[in-house]
């Protein structure tokens, strides 16, 4: 059983910042990579950000300069520093977690980019 908790959503300001965190726990030996999805509503969800046991990194395009994903050696802890927000990054944001015996979700958390 893998846990992952995300926390550090809220209501933010266009222009401004955010920093998720995403906590993993639970029966976990190695894991091969994290990454944040994020999802709006009548949309599917999408990749953000990806970091690997590596430390290789990748983004979707639009977030590109914008954001950072980062993690301790282990991973079982993965941030994601957003700057620059926009109303279209309003999303609920997800935490996946890939390991040898599977891929596992948080439950997400609301990022709301509004005036």
């Known amino acids: 059983q893998v846990q992952l908790v995300e926390s550090g959503g809220g209501l933010v300001l266009p222009g401004g910042s955010l920093r998720l965190s995403c906590a993993a726990s639970g029966n976990i030996f190695f894991i091969n990579a994290m990454g944040w999805y994020r999802q709006a509503p009548g949309k599917e969800r999408e990749l953000v950000a990806r970091i690997t046991a590596s430390g290789s990194t990748n983004y979707a395009d639009s977030m590109k300069g914008r954001f950072t994903i980062s993690g301790d050696n282990a991973l079982k802890t993965v941030y994601l520093q957003m700057n620059s927000l926009k109303p279209e990054d309003t999303a609920v944001y997800y935490c996946?977690?890939?390991?040898?015996?599977?891929?596992?979700w948080g439950q997400g958390t609301q990022v709301t980019v509004s005036s």
């Open positions: 996946n977690a890939q390991l040898v015996t599977g891929s596992y």
